[in-house]
């Protein structure tokens, strides 16, 4: 009796601990970001600006996230606004929720933040609305909170998009495969025996938003709409840890181990782009695996001119970035904005790469 009563007061104490040990480190944060608050305004006394905004997102050192920042923080100087990424500033790591936490505290002028639909972050949103901050969610929504705006893609445009990009790489694999010699022609019954092409579509296992749902139902429509007979295409959905590389060159590798490989495998952000690109290198599969990218990064162009990486959707991340600006601008001028904000996208391939790539034509970047 008594050592069950010694473990329960034993966890009970690691709880308090644990919890206590959060509580300090998010206001430790929060003091350090107010002192960093301050010695901004200070310093910019010479260039007042009219409002102060923050940007919330994981991966804030990536190409695509440091993209979107810029057109964000450009698109604020031009509105007398200083739009902040939130964690840069900061001497430790922390999470999303905990980034959110210190903003609201800190009482800034607004947060764009790359959300979800958690419950969590649904109850962070409507917190720092209801303490007079105004919320744009970026790229990924969280459509039960009180955000004023979301700023994206459309995903099933983009999914009907490589969805066709899909269908062209099956049927060029397809009819290649049924190539018996330069004088013998397949027939139906030789149709009928070849095998699927198999695709791979890579999917956050974390993701809580419907944006990837709407993403292969786009690859799916346009397969089942465009394909023809002779095309016969598998679809799978193969689960990535995105918690960090390490845990995503893991996914991906544990992939190249299986004995039977997919012939395309489909990329939803620049991170595992990168990753499949360099496992289909290192295990000696280019040219037998088809990878369709995600993103317009130096090494993604140059594998796509090396003939590595098939295809890729290039997102206009500076646009993006102004949009969110844009929405709070609009929302301190009108009180309302406009619910939605779409950001252009651009197939890149062999036929256009040499605009895009390194010291190209910069008007097609």
């Given amino acids: 009796m ?5 473990k329960k007061s034993s966890n009970a104490w690691i709880i308090v601990t644990t919890i206590g040990f959060i509580l300090i480190t998010i206001t430790v944060g929060i003091f350090a970001f107010r002192f960093y608050l301050n010695g901004f305004k200070e310093v910019k006394d010479d260039n007042t600006y009219g409002q102060y905004y923050v940007m919330i997102t994981e991966e804030r050192k990536s190409s695509f996230w440091q993209s979107v920042y810029r057109g964000a923080y450009e698109r604020g100087l031009e509105e007398n606004v200083y739009v902040d990424l939130l964690g840069d500033n900061l001497s430790q790591e922390y999470s999303r929720e905990d980034l959110m936490r210190i903003a609201i505290s800190s009482a800034v002028d607004g947060i764009i933040v790359a959300a979800d639909e958690s419950d969590e972050m649904t109850q962070l949103i409507d917190e720092a609305v209801a303490e007079g901050i105004p919320v744009v969610t970026l790229y990924g929504d969280n459509t039960h909170s009180s955000r004023c705006s979301f700023v994206g893609v459309g995903n099933y445009n983009l999914g009907r998009e490589y969805g066709r990009q899909v269908l062209k790489i099956a049927e060029e694999k397809t009819q290649n495969a049924y190539m018996l010699d330069t004088d013998e022609q397949y027939n139906a019954d030789q149709v009928q025996e ?5 695709v791979a579509v890579l999917v956050n296992v974390y993701a809580l938003d419907s944006g990837q749902n709407i993403f292969c139902s786009g690859i799916q429509d346009a397969i089942d709409q465009e394909k023809t007979e002779e095309t016969e295409i598998e679809i799978s959905l193969i689960s990535v840890d995105d918690t960090n590389a390490f845990s995503v060159e893991e996914s991906i590798r544990d992939i190249f181990m299986e004995e039977e490989l997919p012939d395309i495998i489909v990329c939803l952000n620049e991170l595992n782009t990168t990753c499949v690109y360099q496992a289909v290198v290192d295990y000696n599969k280019v040219g037998q695996i088809a990878i369709l990218g995600y993103f317009d990064s130096d090494t993604i162009i140059n594998a796509i001119d090396r003939n590595v990486i098939n295809a890729t959707i290039s997102i206009d991340t500076g646009q993006m970035g102004r949009f ?28 256009n790469v ?12």
């Fill in 2 to 6: 008594k050592k069950t009563q010694l």
């Fill in 194 to 198: 070849k095998q699927p092409i198999k």
């Fill in 324 to 351: 969110c600006v844009d929405a709070l601008t609009e929302y301190y001028e009108f009180g309302n904005t406009s619910q939605y904000f779409t950001a252009d996208v651009t197939l890149i391939d062999k036929s």
């Fill in 354 to 365: 040499s605009g895009y790539l390194e010291g190209g034509d910069e008007d097609e970047n």
